[in-house]
């Protein structure tokens, strides 16, 4: 090895950390643009998630089978300035009406304290409401029977059965079946049900190749991939600092349900991973037209193995190294 790759090899750790805080720097810098820090209630996707969040924590006090008396009050104190706020602004969206009728089922259960509100306020609100009528919210009932009857009978055959694929065939992937996956998908936990996922699919040959470029992990099957998926989660739906990763984690739940749910339908795909750096990041954004709120989590290439194929056997580690019993 010659001098100035010895010297390149001794300095790799440091350009290393010097990149970590460079891609520090961009997060928060994104964090700060993008996120829903900063209340907006004339912004309605940022209103929308802030409904969710706090609707959602009145689905919980609804869902409890011992609650205390009163509980949830002030919640809808908070849920009724933001419903005003969408009337007002006159851009009532998706989770507002569903707001709506959470904050009907909580009113109509517990009335204990809603003249302290104003229960004429709440009535007239929800009476606006009724033109934007939607269905769901709330709670449902279960039994111990639906969680059997929904079981799997050979959950080993399906989750074990799953491998990474990177030997597609030329099949075209249809646009109802991706379509279709993430609606499966979407079933998937999220910090207080935001759902702040996106997921833009590139299906032209030379826009994939293009993107693919920029992920360095796909090399030799790059001009094969059908269909690319790209996962993203929404930074407006995170307001404290507390959540300022929280994007990662829902992100990474919503991206292994939709692997699953492919392979549910019986497709293959192949995780690539998006660890790049803050100069990287921006120069994709520039090729691939994305929503600058949307943070990216990973690639997901998708299609239909070829008739027979070599994948990694990906051994897995012994249970006893990733389960610890407390």
Not at 30 to 44: H, I
């Amino acid at each position: 090895m010659g001098t100035k790759e010895s010297i390149k090899k001794l300095l790799r750790p440091f350009r290393d950390v010097i990149n970590v805080f460079i891609g520090f720097l961009y997060d928060l810098m994104r964090f700060y643009l993008y996120s829903g820090w900063y209340p907006d209630y004339k912004d309605e996707v940022k209103r929308n998630y802030k409904a969710v969040k706090i609707y959602h924590s009145l689905e919980k006090s609804l869902s409890y089978r011992y609650r205390r008396e009163g509980a949830g009050w002030n919640t809808a104190e908070d849920l009724i300035k933001l419903l005003d706020n969408a009337i007002r602004y006159k851009n009532v969206g998706y989770q507002d009406k569903i707001a709506a009728n959470v904050l009907d089922e909580f009113y109509h259960l517990d009335t204990s304290q809603s003249a302290d509100i104003n229960s004429e306020k709440i009535k007239s609100l929800l009476a606006e409401y009724e033109q934007f009528r939607v269905s769901g919210g709330g709670t449902v009932t279960l039994t111990p029977e639906y969680f059997k009857k929904h079981a799997l009978n050979d959950p080993e055959h399906f989750f074990l059965s799953r491998y990474t694929v990177r030997d597609f065939s030329k099949q075209k992937v249809d646009s109802k079946i991706i379509e279709r996956a993430i609606h499966l998908s979407m079933k998937a936990p999220s910090v207080c049900n935001r759902q702040a996922w996106h997921v833009y699919n590139i299906m032209d040959e030379v826009k994939i190749v293009e993107a693919l470029e920029f992920q360095g992990g796909c090399t030799g099957f790059e001009k094969e991939v059908p269909c690319l998926l790209l996962i993203t989660i929404d930074l407006k739906a995170f307001d404290s600092a507390g959540e300022r990763y929280q994007h990662w984690i829902d992100g990474g739940i919503l991206s292994m349900s939709l692997v699953m749910a492919f392979h549910s339908l019986g497709l293959s795909s192949c995780c690539l991973n998006w660890s790049r750096t803050a100069q990287a990041d921006l120069k994709f954004r520039k090729i691939i037209n994305i929503n600058p709120a949307h943070t990216i989590m990973m690639m997901l290439a998708v299609g239909y193995p070829k008739d027979e194929i070599k994948v990694c056997a990906s051994e897995r580690r012994p249970l006893n190294e990733v389960y610890t019993e407390i």
